[in-house]
């Protein structure tokens, strides 16, 4: 059910009119946009907004988001049934959202940055909501809630956790990605305003402290760690004199693509004990 995000009773919904019966909370639309929380609308707390932009320009590109969409894609044909209604919250620009819903699956985007939905639409995206994640307007609305490399921008990712698990249905499934490994703790965590990188342990603690049950955590984006430990030296320095740009040169980001590919595919059965990043399926248990 959609909620009020004020009072917490259920809202009535009619088209895209949003209001709340009891103390006359209203979300305002925008071109099918709809707004919950105006005021956090260009919110810079947790995520930097200009890397909105920089993500758009590169998303199509770059060989890490394109393969870490094909590794999703994986995960959802394996784990999530098209029938779902889906949500995928912190959806930036929408792109994975956007692949997603070109392979058949019904899925929202959410986010907290307009801007970020204004893209998503773009992309042809037509359910989507601004809302905040700590305070979602929707309660045991959604049999699959996904985000991508999300969490790791918040102080408290348990708590985030736990409004995901409000926002399911009983057995409903929760999909998420985030950096792995401390020692590889980087200048780029560090202009993306990550707040860490994880490790298993950690994970599956704070997904159990949520009230989930684990089905599958996984390491991905394997061999090109060689690659990630050598940066944390190189880009040491480069934080205070670089702007949020991401670039690549283009041979070596073909490069690794295909390397990226090949180790997806040799590893398919296999649970790589490093990685990346981390992926985990798990499932929501009755509240
Ligand atoms: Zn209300």
Known sequence: ??????????????????????????AKTMNSIIIFEPDMAH?????????????YKIENSH???????????????????KNNKIIEVGAGTGNVSNMLRSRG??????ELHIEGLRMARGHGLCELYQFDIFNPPFREHFDTVCAFDVIEHFDNDTGALKKIHGMLKND????ITVPAHRWLWNSEDVLARHKRRYDLKRIRSIFT????????TRHFFTFI????????????????DRQHEI????????????????EFFLTRRLKPRLGGSISVVAMKVKS
């Not at 959609?2 to 009072?7: E, K, L, M």
């Not at 810079?44 to 909105?52: E, I, M, S, V, W």
């Not at 060989?63 to 049934?81: C, G, P, Q, T, V």
Request: hydrophobic content about 40%; charged content about 20%; glycine content about 8%.
């Open 43 to 55: 919110d810079n707390r947790d995520y930097p907004q200009d890397g909105l932009h920089s993500l």
């Open 209 to 216: 402290a949520s009230g989930f049950e684990i089905i599958e």
């Open 247 to 262: 670039k690549i040169n283009p041979v070596i980001n073909g490069i690794l693509y295909y390397i990226t590919k090949l």
């Open 105 to 110: 699956y019904s899925i929202a985007a959410g």
């Open 172 to 175: 409903g499934q929760v999909i």
């Open 1 to 26: 059910m959609v909620v009020c995000p004020r009072c917490y009773i259920q809202i009535q919904t009619a088209g895209d009119i949003y209001r709340c019966g009891e103390c006359g909370y209203t």
């Open 225 to 240: 760690i060689p690659l990630l430990f050598i940066r944390r030296f190189i880009n040491r320095d480069m934080v205070e």
């Open 63 to 81: 060989f890490w988001f394109l393969n870490r969409k094909e590794y999703i894609a994986d995960l959802f044909d394996r784990y999530i049934s």
